[in-house]
């Protein structure tokens, strides 16, 4: 008895790659590597830059357990602890402000604003808001906060500007991260009863979380790092200012600009050593946060079972 099904004699043989398409992968494939060696080699050199000139200052103790309130500007000693008691303030408060309502904006433009007006506008706006400059985020906090309100210069301001740079970047990556939450586990929440607003909380959020500290932890990096805020809205302390909404107080970027206009940059002095350890300072606090970061992503991110 004949079957109806009829099965071929023979597969297909696997046709073989051409010379022209081997040739093309293999250029492609090159100026991939080529491409990521270029944009390597400049992060290796600055790496390598700061800690070649800056790991002379950090073995000593007193490096970080004193400010240098205590020596002059020319005299070996002192340490970075003003500088790094003030960064930590100002970015701590700076991301307790931030990541709410960058959080917030990113969740009402991703699950309840798909396609209205004011999600269009408030788009066109944190467009906007990344590619402001930080000496105008400055400036406009100065104009607000100091000139029109009469608050004095302080820490507390440098946060506020750095929330304006920010609130742009939070919202962006953790609307890319709730964007890939599928839908089908929005669905299926639905459809045991559960009302959107716990649905969110439940179920979008912790699937997300992830991706959304290691944005933040991103955003914070880099306002840790901006100056110009520092320069216009807080005067440089060498002691250390617990108090960031009153008198001035350091941070690690303006130390830094303090050693270069009061000391000589050249090799061997103490402004030369003194700005690369707290460059390395600074690198070293903001890998240890995205050290952390990873930690807690890893920790948060959905166990599979």
């Known amino acids: 008895m004949t079957s109806t099904l009829e099965r071929p004699a023979t597969a297909p043989a696997f046709q073989q790659l051409s010379f022209g398409r081997k040739a093309k992968n293999a250029i492609a494939t090159a100026l991939v590597w080529l491409s990521f060696l270029i944009a390597v080699v400049p992060l290796v050199w600055v790496l390598y830059t700061v800690i070649a000139n800056g790991i002379k200052k950090l073995p000593y103790s007193n490096w970080w357990t004193q400010d240098f309130g205590s020596v002059l500007s020319d005299e070996v000693g002192g340490g970075v602890l003003h500088a790094i008691v003030g960064t930590l303030e100002q970015g701590l408060v700076c991301a307790i402000i931030a990541v709410p309502l960058g959080l917030l904006v990113a969740i009402y433009l991703v699950e309840y604003g798909q396609g209205t007006r004011l999600a269009k506008i408030t788009t066109f706006m944190v467009d906007i808001l990344s590619g402001v400059p930080s000496i105008v985020a400055a400036l406009f906090i100065y104009a607000l906060w100091i ?7 302080s820490g507390f301001a440098v946060s506020l500007a750095l929330v304006l740079l920010m609130i742009p970047v ?12 599928p839908d089908d586990l929005r669905e299926a929440s639905y459809a045991l009863g559960v009302p959107k607003w716990k649905t969110i909380m439940k179920v979008v959020l912790p699937t997300a979380l992830s991706g959304i500290i290691t944005g933040v932890m991103m955003a914070l990096a880099r306002v840790m790092g901006e100056t110009a805020p520092l320069l216009v809205l807080v005067g ?5 200012n617990w108090n960031m909404f009153n008198h001035e107080q350091a941070a690690l970027p303006l130390l830094m600009n303090n050693e270069r206009a009061t ?3 050249d090799p061997g002095t103490i402004g030369f050593y003194r700005i690369w350890g707290a460059a390395l300072t600074l690198v070293i606090i903001i890998a240890l946060l995205n050290l952390i970061a990873t930690g807690l992503s890893r920790l948060v991110a959905p166990k599979k079972k």
Do not use: C, D, H
């Not at 939070?170 to 939450?181: F, H, K, T, Y």
């Open 170 to 181: 939070v919202v962006r990556s953790a609307e890319e991260m709730l964007r890939i939450v």
């Open 263 to 265: 000391n000589t940059m």
């Open 147 to 153: 000139t029109t309100l009469g608050l004095p210069r």
């Open 236 to 240: 440089y302390s060498a002691y250390v």
